[in-house]
């Protein structure tokens, strides 16, 4: 069992910045792909970025590509994110799959329970 929890969220204005974290109760996290996904209000939940086991690979939404970084480091992920667009408002959660790099949601086991991002116009 991963238990996942999640900071860094708030309301910020359009073009600014957050940074996101996720922490992993569990020792083996380096064995598991962690994924950072989104849902808006009746809107269906979106891949955001994904980083393999390693840290070697990482895998960006379309949407994102270019203002969003992810990272690991030890039993953390990172979510840096800049030039915040309204449309970036949501709740994010950061979510863990074993062994693999994946951009479903149906593909991850574990998930945390969220942290609110809203940009402001």
């Known amino acids: 069992q991963v238990q996942l929890v999640e900071s860094g969220g708030g309301l910020v204005q359009a073009g600014g910045s957050l940074s996101l974290s996720c922490a992993a109760s569990q020792r083996a996290f380096r064995v598991y792909g962690m994924g950072w996904f989104r849902q808006a209000p009746a809107e269906e939940r979106e891949f955001v970025a994904a980083?393999?086991?390693?840290?070697?690979s990482t895998f960006y939404g379309d949407s994102v590509e270019g203002r969003f970084t992810i990272s690991r480091d030890k039993n953390t992920v990172y979510l840096q994110v800049n030039n915040l667009k309204v449309e970036d408002t949501a709740v994010y959660y950061c979510?863990?799959?074993?062994?693999?790099?994946?951009?479903?949601?149906?593909?991850?086991?574990?998930w945390g329970q969220g942290t609110q991002v809203t940009a402001s116009s």
């Open positions: 980083i393999s086991p390693s840290g070697t």
């Open positions: 979510a863990a799959d074993f062994r693999r790099l994946g951009v479903a949601a149906s593909e991850y086991q574990y």
